[in-house]
């Protein structure tokens, strides 16, 4: 079974930065993509950037040159730094991998239980 867990959400002050890790814990076999997404209340949940196993990157349109996404393949680990942050990214973030665990065969999806990120002064 794959679990994954998110830390590092929090409050800060616009402008500010933070970093929100994700760590999988569970054998897997192959990760082929590890991804951020948010959801605010009432809307639909985005994606905000995504890495692919050949280390490609794709950004929100809203984030792009703010965020920078990452990942540790050693440890099953992504990490999402965020720079001059604004209030309009107060919300909750998910991570999600789309992973193959040992012994199975096809893509699965992933999700963590969410962290908040709050911005505000």
């Known amino acids: 079974q794959v679990h994954l867990a998110e830390s590092g959400g929090g409050l800060v002050q616009p402008g500010g930065s933070l970093r929100l890790s994700c760590a999988a814990s569970?054998?897997?076999?192959?990760?082929?993509?590890m991804a951020w997404h948010r959801q605010a209340p009432g809307k639909q949940r985005e994606l905000v950037a995504k890495i692919f196993s050949n280390g490609s990157t794709n950004y929100a349109h809203s984030v792009k040159d703010r965020f920078t996404i990452s990942r540790e393949n050693a440890q099953n680990t992504m990490y999402l730094q965020m720079n001059s942050l604004k209030p309009e990214d107060t919300t909750v973030y998910y991570c999600?991998?789309?992973?193959?665990?040992?012994?199975?065969?096809?893509?699965?999806?992933?999700w963590g239980q969410g962290t908040q990120v709050t911005v505000s002064s």
């Open positions: 999600n991998f789309a992973a193959t665990p040992t012994g199975t065969v096809g893509l699965y999806n992933y």
């Open positions: 569970g054998s897997i076999a192959i990760i082929n993509s």
